[in-house]
């Protein structure tokens, strides 16, 4: 089946969903609104799933995109890349654990990490879009 977009502009869809779901919910708890809260971060576990299984499935199928960048970009790119791998392995589990302890209740135990794991979440979001723009519209390579 061929979709309507790229499958890497499917990708940075679903991370920029996720970084919307977690902003809009960071702003729903800060206001005490745990139900918008927690609808939000199931909208943004549901997209950065839906983001990993795609983007596994397409580094599968298609290997790594080479960029293109030359010059001051290029160590630029690599810096981000690097943060944003490293940080998305980091991510995984403290998303995983946040969320469930979000969804049990354990709210002391869920605000304790969930300190750490929304910038951190955030950030790897966030970076994953602006590698999409830099492989695929800033630094093509077709």
Same mark, same amino acid.
């Given at each position: 089946?061929? !979709?309507?977009?790229? $499958? ?16 809009? /919910?960071?702003?729903?708890? %800060? $206001? @005490?609104?745990?139900?918008?809260? %927690? ?16 983007? +596994?499935?397409? *580094?599968?199928? *298609?290997?790594?995109? @080479?960029?293109? /960048? $030359?010059? +001051? ?18 991510? !995984? ?8 302890? /979000? ?7 869920? @605000? @304790? ?8 979440? !955030?950030?790897?979001?966030?970076? /994953? ?7 695929? *519209? ?5």
């Amino acid at each position: 089946m061929e !979709l309507p977009i790229s $499958q890497p502009t499917l990708n940075a869809i679903l991370n920029a969903s996720s970084s919307i779901f977690m902003t809009i /919910g960071y702003f729903y708890i %800060r $206001q @005490k609104n745990r139900t918008a809260h %927690r609808n939000c971060m199931i909208g943004a576990v549901t997209s950065s799933t839906l983001f990993l299984i795609s983007y +596994l499935i397409y *580094h599968a199928t *298609h290997g790594a995109t @080479k960029f293109a /960048g $030359q010059g +001051l970009v290029r160590p630029v790119y690599f810096i981000v890349l690097f943060t944003h791998t490293v940080l998305a392995a980091v991510a !995984l589990p403290l998303v995983i654990r946040t969320f469930y302890l /979000g969804w049990k209740d354990e709210l002391s135990r869920h @605000k @304790k990490i969930a300190k750490w794991t929304f910038p951190i979440w !955030l950030y790897v979001s966030v970076t /994953g879009v602006v590698v999409y723009f830099m492989l695929y *519209h800033l630094y093509p390579t077709n």
